[in-house]
């Protein structure tokens, strides 16, 4: 569908406050990375960022509907027509859509992995796995490769590797909370390999010497993903690179302490400290230069129908605009705002 273009932009200043806030209460850690980011790519960030979070809220408070996924997909087709629904994130996401030029295939692709989440959707194999991670992590990574004016096929393959790594992640992570909400993305073909019964494990999640061979699996083919998506800075803006380098790792952290905690997923969750999130920004911001060639490893099965959809849609000229700006500002504020999570996070407090 071509893109309507507005006489003028949908979203009002109140609404992109409404969009920073979104994303100051539903994720600090993104957040706080996102600050790295130049102004001009961190304001459609989060208008982006405020739709994925409206899509989930909408799925998890319309009880799993789908009615509500209906009417998600009613948004999206009126934020396309250019004429969003009454609500902040639809105005800022239609004025995205349009600024970005972005293909109608990456927010289906992402209404599509809700889909399969309503469905109850098991995957059988690690293929299967990354054809969801793809829809709900992998087109994320992509668009916010749009954002910052890169569109080539190798720089888009990168960013999907490390929308689906971090998905991995999140699912190596969160074990034990799915399963307990009878939920299972792990790949059911290692877990038989592995000697797990499926159904007995979703019956009575505990943790096992074979269930943690399933996770450190799992781990492993998202660190294969990590190392080939930090080689995709190479092709970004330079005041781009720390923050995208950044949340890799920061994503990557979460499975060290996976491991940390002995690969035990199902008694708790793995999370990262204030302080350990400025160490790994520090590294980030001091490697992001050094990085001078992108891996040309072909894309993963499971992305290339974003990436063809990308290729077929020209970068306009209107997201061109935009001068380069130093990072030692947005680092230092960064900075601050992990002493200050760090802070929070001390017992007491």
């Known amino acids: 569908m071509p893109l309507s273009s507005p006489k003028s932009m949908h979203a009002s200043a109140a609404d992109r406050a409404a969009c920073l806030a979104a994303i100051k209460t539903?994720?600090?850690t993104f957040y706080a990375a996102s600050l790295v980011l130049p102004a001009a790519v961190r304001e459609p960030a989060y208008g982006l960022y405020a739709f994925c979070r409206l899509s989930d809220d909408a799925i998890d408070l319309g009880g799993g509907s789908p009615a509500a996924l209906e009417r998600l997909r009613e948004r999206l087709e009126r934020a396309y027509l250019g004429r969003p629904m009454d609500h902040a994130a639809d105005r800022a996401f239609a004025d995205f859509l349009w600024r970005f030029s972005v293909?109608?295939?990456?927010?289906?692709?992402?209404?599509?992995?809700?889909?399969?989440?309503?469905?109850?959707?098991c995957y059988e194999t690690i293929e299967g796995l990354h054809a969801y991670a793809a829809r709900v992590a992998g087109t994320v990574g992509a668009m916010m490769t749009l954002i910052m004016g890169a569109r080539s096929r190798a720089t888009l393959a990168r960013a999907c590797d490390l929308g689906v790594a971090m998905q991995l992640t999140n699912i190596a992570r969160d074990v034990g909370e799915d399963a307990r909400n009878g939920r299972i993305y792990l790949p059911l073909e290692w877990m038989r390999e592995a000697?797990?019964?499926?159904?007995?494990?979703?019956?009575?999640?505990?943790?096992?010497?074979?269930?943690?061979?399933?996770?450190?699996?799992?781990?492993?083919?998202?660190?294969?993903?990590?190392?080939?998506?930090?080689?995709?800075?190479?092709?970004?803006?330079?005041?781009?690179?720390?923050?995208i380098l950044?949340?890799?790792?920061?994503?990557a952290e979460i499975g060290r302490e996976i491991e940390r905690g002995s690969l035990d997923?199902?008694?708790?969750?793995?999370?990262?400290s204030g302080s350990r999130k400025a160490r790994l920004l520090a590294r980030a911001v001091v490697a992001s230069p050094w990085i001078n060639a992108i891996d040309a490893a072909p894309p993963l099965d499971a992305v290339n129908f974003l990436i063809d959809a990308v290729e077929e849609t020209p970068l306009p000229a209107r997201a061109l605009r935009r001068k380069r700006q130093p990072v030692g500002?947005?680092?230092?504020?960064t900075l601050d705002m992990f002493a200050r999570l760090e802070r929070a996070e001390q017992p007491g407090r």
């Not at 500002?329 to 504020?333: E, K, M, S, T």
């Open 103 to 121: 293909p109608r295939a990456l927010p289906d692709a992402l209404l599509e992995g809700l889909a399969w989440d309503l469905q109850g959707r």
């Open 329 to 333: 500002p947005q680092i230092a504020r």
């Open 246 to 251: 950044a949340a890799g790792n920061l994503y």
């Open 265 to 272: 997923s199902i008694n708790r969750r793995a999370r990262v």
């Open 26 to 28: 539903g994720s600090r």
């Open 195 to 243: 000697g797990l019964d499926v159904e007995a494990f979703l019956a009575d999640p505990v943790i096992s010497e074979p269930l943690r061979g399933v996770v450190a699996k799992l781990l492993g083919e998202a660190d294969a993903l990590y190392a080939r998506a930090r080689s995709g800075v190479a092709d970004l803006p330079w005041d781009c690179r720390p923050a």
